[in-house]
């Protein structure tokens, strides 16, 4: 079956430090990836996707390329901010059209 | 886009009792989807909810224990029944308005339940 495997976290960085969060899945076919994100006492939002290979998607400075060679989706950003703190979740949809979400990563950035 | 309204946003449970939530969608779709996040786990994917018919359940749910109800095009409600310590979870209501499955899906606050 489908599967998503994020970085564990909890991730804490400096503002104006650069992020990775690493996402790898397993999937038969072409799985269109998703990177949602969950800021605190609010509930998930889209924050990028790419529905095929070498697809890049960004947003808010986030961005993701799709690497079907390495089967992974990694979230980056040049420089955070305070702001950015959140959880983040790499999802993945396959051919059931369902969404298979990874565990989640805490991002904590400090002023 | 749409808006999600969930209710309750938290609720405290006695072990046995039953508990209704409810979803609320600013706008009409064709699918509405419910989640349970468990402390430090995954989203799973619970059930999907069709109006005019019944819900479509994954592997390890059954309706007897998530009962839903989808009345109509803007609105759904899963009930937690005979609720135990290990249903204590975050459970989130989502759609997709794009309504093609794009995986796009929208997302509730959310409903933190504690089961003693």
């Known amino acids: 079956g489908n599967s998503v495997t994020q970085m564990e976290g909890p991730v804490t960085l400096s503002e104006e430090a650069f992020l990775t969060i690493n996402c790898t899945y397993t999937a038969t076919g072409y799985p269109s990836l998703f990177w949602y994100v969950q800021y605190p006492g609010e509930g998930l939002q889209l924050l990028l996707k790419a529905t095929k290979a070498d697809d890049k998607g960004s947003n808010k400075g986030f961005e993701a390329t799709y690497r079907k060679e390495t089967t992974s989706f990694h979230l980056e950003k040049g420089s955070v901010q305070v702001s950015d703190s959140a959880v983040y979740f790499c999802a993945l949809r396959g051919s059931n059209y369902k969404l298979t979400f990874g565990k989640g990563t805490l991002l904590t950035v400090n002023p | 886009s749409a808006v999600i309204s969930q209710k309750p946003s938290r609720d405290i449970c006695q072990r046995g009792t039953s508990l209704t939530i409810q979803c609320q969608v600013d706008?009409?779709?064709?699918?509405m989807f419910w989640y349970r996040q468990q402390p430090g786990q995954s989203l799973t994917l619970i059930a999907t909810a069709n109006q005019g018919s019944e819900a479509t359940y994954e592997s390890g749910f059954v309706i007897d224990k998530f009962p839903i109800s989808r009345p109509n095009l803007t609105f759904s409600t899963l009930t937690v029944s005979n609720m135990s310590p290990e249903d204590s979870s975050i459970y989130l209501c989502s759609v997709d308005p794009g309504g093609a499955n794009t995986g796009e899906l929208f997302f509730g606050e959310g409903s933190r339940l504690t089961v003693l």
């Open positions: 706008s009409q779709v064709t699918m």
